[in-house]
């Protein structure tokens, strides 16, 4: 009895996630507390981390299991429609784990969901 997981193709719950009417519009930012953050302009990696000083940024596209967290640059200008993940500095020499990659799949897939029900439901 074995596992297998394919890091190649997106899940069903990646694409969920990307299709969010939240995450389309906006640069989603996520802590692993489950705390997101909107922003609706461009912004800059720099202006996240600045009332984030213990983390880093990783963008979903980047997270594999077996790899470090691919950090974003401080001057990089994040994407709207793009997920982002704010990461406790302790993370970033460590390989990122399976279970890891689900919880943090899951944080996201619960606050774009009550995201998206409170942005629905606002207009």
């Known amino acids: 009895m074995g596992m297998c997981v394919s890091s190649e193709s997106p899940t069903r719950?990646?694409?969920?996630?990307?299709?969010?009417?939240?995450?389309?519009?906006?640069?989603?930012?996520?802590?692993?507390?489950g705390h997101l953050q909107e922003f609706n302009n461009p912004i800059r990696a720099c202006h996240v981390l600045s009332k984030n000083q213990n983390g880093f940024l990783c963008s979903s596209e980047t997270l594999n299991v077996g790899t470090r967290a691919e950090m974003v640059t401080d001057e990089e200008e994040l994407v709207p429609g793009n997920i982002y993940f704010l990461m406790p500095l302790s993370k970033s020499d460590s390989l990122l784990t399976l279970e890891e990659l689900c919880y943090m799949a899951i944080k996201a897939s619960k606050v774009l969901t009550i995201s998206s029900f409170v942005t629905v439901a606002g207009n």
């Not at 719950?13 to 507390?33: C, E, G, H, M």
């Open 13 to 33: 719950k990646q694409n969920d996630l990307k299709s969010s009417p939240t995450a389309k519009r906006s640069v989603v930012v996520i802590d692993l507390d």
